[in-house]
């Protein structure tokens, strides 16, 4: 069994040393598997989706990581947690209205920045992107629909390109008491 382990433990630490030490890779996801009552897990480079897996997101905040400061002044850690029908929207919109809207509200408020047009800006597409994050967990289907004309209009549309020219509103008004 540990012949089995070890190839895996080796790659996950070279994709975490590739995070650490690599200035083009800037965020780091574990993934914890759950098949038939077994837990495994997976490390990539980049920020993944992976279905039917709990996931945690490790971004750097800068191009290489010091040994001077601490890991959590520059790692920045997202836990997009899906809910029980696996729907990743339901943990993103979660995360924009009750972590992201509230900070940068807070922020700008400490700040009391005088871009008030880049400030209602920003929060005007941060309510946006909560309202199509909410949008995408209800998963509502619009069905396409085909109207077919009216018979009688169907038979004044062919007359008229049968005499070679288009229908106007000319053609109708025998129809109009």
Known sequence: ERDEVEPVVNENIAVVDTFCADSQCVSLTMCV?????????????????????????????????????????QVLVLTPQSDVSNQPFTGLHALVKNGLMPYISEVLEVEQT????????????LRELELSLLQLQQNIHIPKINLSPHPAVKELIEMAHKQGREPSTQDYEHMVE
């Open 33 to 73: 598997h759950f098949n038939e009552g077994q837990k495994s897990f997976t490390i990539h480079t980049g920020t993944k989706y992976v279905e039917h897996a709990k996931s945690i997101v490790f971004e750097k905040e800068m191009v290489m990581l010091s040994s001077v400061k601490p890991i959590s002044a």
């Open 114 to 125: 005088q871009d008030f047009t880049n400030v209602r800006g920003l929060k005007h597409l």
